[in-house]
Nanobody
Framework: QVQLVESGGGLVQAGGSLRLSCEAS????????MGWFRQAPGKEREFVAG????????DYAAAVKGRFTISRDNAKNTVYLQMNRLKAEDTAVYYC????????????????WGQGTQVTVSS
């Protein structure tokens, strides 16, 4: 069992940067691949990025590839999402999730979710 708490969201101008953090509680953090998803108003939750349990493999949605970087620090039980060159269309609630496979784009395949953190990008 793992509990997830996101932080780092906020309001930023287009072209700016934010770094999201997701801290996990429990001893099983390294058993999980981790993902970041986002959900904008009126839209379905969508995959943003995923990382394997070791951090050696990552995957990104096409919309964020080259702008966002996912990483994890297993010693700190934390996964990060560095977001650069932000756009208005990146505005959403961002969620971290723990699952089995880092490249799984389907939200229901993830076992544990955080409460989400709001990211708002002004244009």
């Amino acid at each position: 069992q793992v509990q997830l708490v996101e932080s780092g969201g906020g309001l930023v101008q287009a072209g700016g940067s934010l770094r999201l953090s997701c801290e996990a509680s429990g001893r099983s953090f390294t058993s999980y691949a981790m993902g970041w998803f986002r959900q904008a108003p009126g839209k379905e939750r969508e995959f943003v990025a995923g990382i394997s349990w070791s951090g050696g493999s990552t995957d990104y949605a096409a919309a964020v590839k080259g702008r966002f970087t996912i990483s994890r620090d297993n010693a700190k039980n934390t996964v990060y999402l560095q977001m650069n060159r932000l756009k208005a269309e990146d505005t959403a609630v961002y969620y971290c999730a723990a699952g089995f496979y880092y490249s799984d784009y389907v939200a229901k395949e993830y076992d544990h979710w955080g409460q989400g953190t709001q990211v708002t990008v002004s244009s």
